[in-house]
């Protein structure tokens, strides 16, 4: 069993920058690849970023790539997302999420993504 918690969302104007934080307790955080994702009322979770278990592999999503940067500290179990140049089409609810699978690097379904935090908010005004 693994537990995460999301913090650092809140309301940010356009082009502003906000960093996301994920606590990993449980299971050796250091085994996993980890991944972001989000969700926009009225739409499907979206793959936004994912890292491999090392941190030394990342992958993004088009929509985010060159703004957004996904690390970790495998020391204190924490996965981050930097997000930089923040649009207002960012706006949504940022989960975290651990995906067991080792093999077919970069995992970017959330269907293979077996625990979740419970998300934090992200609000981009204009």
């Known amino acids: 069993q693994v537990q995460l918690v999301e913090s650092g969302g809140g309301l940010v104007q356009t082009g502003g920058s906000l960093r996301l934080s994920c606590a990993a307790s449980?299971?050796?955080?250091?085994?996993?690849?980890m991944g972001w994702f989000r969700q926009a009322p009225g739409k499907e979770r979206e793959f936004v970023a994912t890292?491999?278990?090392?941190?030394?592999?990342?992958y993004y999503a088009d929509s985010v790539k060159g703004r957004f940067t996904i690390s970790r500290d495998n020391a204190k179990n924490t996965v981050y997302l930097q997000m930089n140049s923040l649009k207002p089409e960012d706006a949504a609810v940022y989960y975290c999420?651990?995906?067991?699978?080792?093999?077919?690097?970069?995992?970017?379904?959330?269907?293979?993504?077996?625990?979740w935090g419970q998300g934090t908010q992200v609000t981009v005004s204009l």
């Open positions: 999420a651990v995906t067991p699978y080792v093999s077919n690097w970069p995992r970017y379904r959330s269907s293979e993504y077996t625990y």
């Open positions: 449980g299971r050796t955080f250091s085994n996993y690849a």
């Open positions: 890292i491999s278990a090392s941190g030394g592999s990342t």
